[in-house]
């Protein structure tokens, strides 16, 4: 049997029930909405202040202001800070560079006259007639100048793209022409050795500096020509990508372990194998640099014994430019 009050309806103590428990449901949502609203507008101004202060560090103008002690607000004022520390050490590291820049140039300038002048005196000392054991000095003489001069000359040279004194610009060009300039360059010093070179015409175009591009290449050919026994071969082969041009670069000599493949592109580094050979070990150090700075790059490979192979990828027009956006973005 069910119960009834007398003057009172179930269904209507359920209605008003429902009623009510749908007016609280109504009330929490529009309660939940509105905190929901609040908190994202509040993220949303911090997020938005975050932003400007980052927009004002990369333009060079940002200033701290002034905080509440909320824990968002805290994070703020931290933010500031870090900003401002960063502010300071890159305008201490364009003080450096300035620095830097100023002693290469004391460098080039002070040292360019003297091995200019060693040079200039031994070669007329061996234009004279001299007793053998001074012929001998003169000539060891003319030799370390010519060591001395190639070696500051490096070092200036990786200083300054280091630095960014000297601008690594590509342009769009042939690839033969590259080629040809840095074969120009080093052909007499491979009849010296009696090593041939073979180039196979290279078809297309990419983008490099035509004078700093062409010296990377004569580098790998240097090293080619120097660690290659005399009456070996050296091939130039080419291909072209979609996104890169290579240029493969192999010769027969020594071959470069694979531990230290990852090496020989570090400054001054000199394989314990050609010791005696004369080298600073900025060759390849140069190379990967002026590469780098195109937007290229360089990789080898090698065993011991079987010669090596460097290949050099040059970018097209499509990957220099994703490579200009993402520097400048980083700059």
């Known amino acids: 049997?069910?119960?009834?009050?007398?003057?009172?309806c179930p269904d209507m103590d359920m209605w008003i029930w429902a009623v009510g428990a749908a007016a609280v449901a109504v009330t929490v949502t529009v309660l939940a909405a509105g905190v929901i609203f609040w908190?994202?507008?509040?993220?949303?101004?911090?997020?938005?202040?975050?932003?400007?202060?980052?927009?004002?560090?990369?333009?060079?103008?940002?200033?701290?202001?002034?905080?509440?002690?909320?824990?968002?607000?805290?994070?703020?004022?931290?933010?500031?800070r870090f900003l401002g520390v960063c502010q300071v050490?890159?305008?201490?590291?364009?003080?450096?560079?300035?620095?830097?820049?100023?002693?290469?140039?004391?460098?080039?300038?002070?040292?360019k006259t003297p091995i200019a002048n060693l040079l200039l005196y031994s070669q007329l000392l061996e234009e004279h007639k001299l007793p053998e054991e001074g012929a001998l000095c003169v000539k060891a003489l003319s030799a370390q100048a010519q060591k001395l001069d190639f070696l500051i000359g490096a070092l200036v040279k990786a200083s300054r793209l280091e630095t960014g004194i000297i601008a690594v610009t590509p342009r769009q060009g042939e690839v033969q022409a590259l080629i040809e300039a840095a074969l120009a360059s080093i052909r007499l010093k491979a009849e010296e050795k009696g090593i041939r070179i073979e180039a196979e015409k290279a078809a297309g175009r990419a983008y490099y500096d035509p004078k700093w591009t062409a010296e990377a290449l004569y580098n790998i050919l240097?090293?080619?020509?120097?660690?290659?026994?005399?009456?070996?071969?050296?091939?130039?082969?080419?291909i072209s990508y979609e996104l890169f041009y290579r240029i493969d670069i192999s010769d027969e000599g020594m071959g470069i372990t694979e531990a230290e493949q990852s090496q020989i592109f570090a400054r001054f580094y000199r394989s314990p194998a050609v010791s005696r050979q004369e080298g600073v070990g900025l060759g390849l150090f140069l190379t990967r640099e002026i590469l780098?700075?195109?937007?290229?790059?360089?990789?080898?490979?090698?065993?011991?014994?079987?010669?090596?192979?460097?290949?050099?990828?040059?970018?097209?027009?499509?990957?220099l430019k994703s490579y200009k956006t993402v520097r400048s973005e980083k700059e």
């Open 39 to 80: 908190q994202r507008r509040k993220t949303r101004r911090i997020m938005d202040s975050l932003n400007t202060m980052l927009d004002r560090a990369i333009e060079g103008s940002f200033t701290e202001t002034a905080f509440d002690e909320s824990l968002l607000s805290a994070t703020e004022a931290k933010m500031a």
């Open 292 to 319: 780098a700075a195109g937007g290229g790059y360089i990789k080898v490979s090698s065993k011991p014994g079987q010669g090596a192979v460097f290949s050099v990828f040059l970018p097209t027009e499509k990957t």
């Open 1 to 8: 049997m069910v119960s009834v009050t007398p003057g009172r």
């Open 89 to 111: 050490s890159s305008q201490s590291l364009a003080a450096e560079k300035d620095k830097i820049k100023g002693l290469i140039a004391d460098i080039s300038h002070q040292t």
């Open 222 to 238: 240097d090293n080619g020509v120097k660690y290659s026994p005399p009456q070996s071969l050296i091939r130039i082969r080419t």
